[in-house]
Structure formats: structure tokens, C-alpha cells
DNA sequence: TCTGGGGTCCTAGGACCC
DNA sequence: TCTGGGGTCCTAGGACCC
């Protein structure tokens, strides 16, 4: 029988805070979104005060203040730093990995012995929190699907000691009786209703139901979820991520802004990111799309457009990207219209290869290629944006901060990765 | 007033072709 | 009134994930 295990990383952004500043453990803390827009991790102090995943800042205020609530603006440096250091421990435990988010990874542990597998689970929460700070919980189970309902479980119970195995048929069967339909993975808000209203309301129901009209409505993924959930395995561990199919860069503004030069600064900034990006996956682009819009809580007056540029060959090269996302822009632009998001996507991508040969090209490709080269060692060496294009604009200055930037006012340093920044204990 | 970013997959429908 | 049948490609939209 196949054997999938589950290490989700417990409140990961709260407990990567707490590993370098210990006078939060036992407080509330929440993480924020970027802009220090929503809150996007929470203790569990914090959850137990109310404090919803993705609850906007300005309905908290009044909580936060009244219980003290230590509140961070998210710092991607560390907590991506952090995500290494746990898959580099979990990789010199077990030999099949697969890392599915910056928090959790499955593991195959089809070749243990049913015996042995909860002694193991508990040595790689322990190894893993001792190593790097991290608490975790560990969820076993014969599909993916159920190796998740088991991490529930394991979160939840503290009896369990952060490990939970479900492979047995009695606790297998328990566990889905007391899953709620909605909580499983891949059942969203919508489907979760939807289940409702067919009286479908825990896992188990999900699992007997009936195919046919989960078909209907859920898709090819809806019986699947229904076999995954029986002990059927559809979704296998993928030890080596496929290739992406885009790369993309958007960042939502502090207030809308309407001025077409900053816009198209803003939109530059992107656009030279997401060139490095692909750059430095090895990938190139055949086209690429520029989408603005107007604040989505407005919809009275909602604008949103979209306008697809394609590169006569497939690029990495950031002058050639920047210049056909501010052509793109110029033509879904709108005047007098205040813009709160933008972004450019990546589409139709390829693997590096040797330079492609157009018959009559405007560009010298290996001599941009080169350029970017030593565009792309220098940034990494010195810092991001030690050189860059003056369409992006130059850095702000505290008395001319640009309207466009994201505002992180609670950001805590970056212990791990800034030399200037190390945690100094005095 | 203020409400993130980066992805994936599936499905339906239209255009077009033979 | 009758009014092919596939196949492909593309796009838009919807749903989900962390």
C-alpha cells in the first residue's frame, strides 16, 4: 500500500518571527500581506482571538490594540530561508521528497514498515524543530488527500504529539466522519455550498457520494477527491517540480493612482523583475500580458483590462520585455481612472537554449545575453537593483517616496540573509 | 479611507479546417 | 421543415491551492 506522510509547518511566517525574537512565544502574532494589507499567518493565540485568515487590517485595529497583537509585515527573505533550512533537513531524513509549498512537503514512505512509520514521523518533527526552529506536524495517510486530513488532526490534538497516521481503515474511517466536506483539499468555498446544499457535509459523506453528479459539477478533480479520499492514490509524489508554464509579477498600490508616468514606472519595475525570474529559472517567454485594474471593492466602477504582446522570438532579455510591456500598457491605459494593480505574465515558455537565429533581427541576442549576464551577477552579488533601468525609476528618497511602492512598516530584519542584519544578542 | 501575490488545472464555447 | 461530424486551437472564466 502506498504511504504518503504530510510536514506542514506550523503558523510558518509567526513561527519563523519567533525563532530569532523568543519574547513572542505565547503572545498573538499575525503576519501581514504585502502593503500590511491583510493578515496572511496567525498564531494560534491570534486564531483563538478571531482573527480569520486573510482578514483585511483596518477591521482588526481595535482587537490588535486591545490584546496587544504583535503585528509584522511579511519579510520573504527570511521565511524563504527558513522554508531551505526545513527541506534541507527533511531531505537528509527520508529519500523521496516533494516540496509543495513554502511550508509543507510530502514525503513517500511506501518502503517503511506500518510499524515504524509514527516512530519515524515523530523523529522528523523533532529533528526538524531542533534543527531549525521550526515546530511542525506530520500527517500519514495512503493518499495525499488523506495524509492532509491527518495533518488536521495532528495540528489539532495536541494529544497526538504532532504526528497522526490514518493508513488504519478504523481510524480512517473516523477521521473523514469528522472532517468537515469543506476542509478537504481541493474543496473550496464554493464547492463547500454546493455540498451543503446536497446534504453532503463531512468528508465521509464526500466520499460515498454519488459520482455521476459529483462529475457533473466538480469535474474530472471531484472524483478524484472522492477516490483519494477511499484510499485510492491519483495524484503521485512528484519528486521533481514540472517546468512552470508562467512567470508572473503584480503588485497591488497603497491608493489608486492615475498618473501615466509612475504607471509605467511601476509597470517597468515588473517587467524587469519578471525578465529576471525567468532568467534565472533558464526559461524565456513567448509572450507575455500586461493586465490594470481599478480596485475590485469598487464595483460600481470596476476596470480591468488585459493586452497580450508577443516577442518575434522567445526572450529573457529585459530591455526587449520592458519595452513591450509599456507598449502593451499604452493601449488598456485609461485616463482619470484610478489604478490600485498591475502586472505582467509570462506565457509560452521555453527552456534556454542556444540563441534563436531570426533572419532579420533589430537585436544582437548574444550580445544581450551577455549584457543580462552581467546585469543578473552584479544584483546578486550586490544587492537587487544595484543596477537596473531607469524606466523602473530611480530610488526613492524618504522625502520622495514613490506612490507605487509597497509599504512594509512592521518588517522585522533579515536575520539570515543580510549580513548587516544579524540578530545581535547583547 | 484602508482589504496580497503567485500559481495550477479544467471546462465551455467560438473560430476554423477538412 | 430540413440544416454532418470530427478535429484543433484559442480564450475566457471558474475553481482551487498555499
Known sequence: MARFALVDCNNFYVSCERVFNPTLVGRPVIVLSNNDGCAVARSNEAKALGIGMGAPVFTLEALLKKHDVAVFSSNYALYGDMSRRVTITLGQLVPDLEVYSIDESFLDLSAFRAADVPRLCRTIAQTVTQDTGIPVSVGVGPTKTLAKVATGFAKKCPSLGGVC???DPVWHER???ATPAGKVWGVGRRYAEFLKVRGINTALDLAKADRAMIRKRMGINGTRIMDELSGI?????????????????SRTFVRGIDDLRELREALSSYAERAAEKLRKDGLRAGAMEVYAMSSRFRKDDFYYNTATFRFPTTTSDSPEIIKGALEAFDTIYRENTPFKKLGVHMRELTREAAEQQLLFDTMDRTRASALMKTVDALNTSMGRRTVGYASSGLAASRLAPKAWHTRFNHKSPSYTTRWDQLLRVT
Open 165 to 167: 497516521d490514518i493508513c
Open 175 to 177: 477521521a473523514l466522519a
Open 233 to 249: 492514490s491519483c495524484y503521485p509524489l512528484e519528486a521533481n517540480p514540472p517546468t512552470k508554464k508562467g512567470v508572473g509579477v
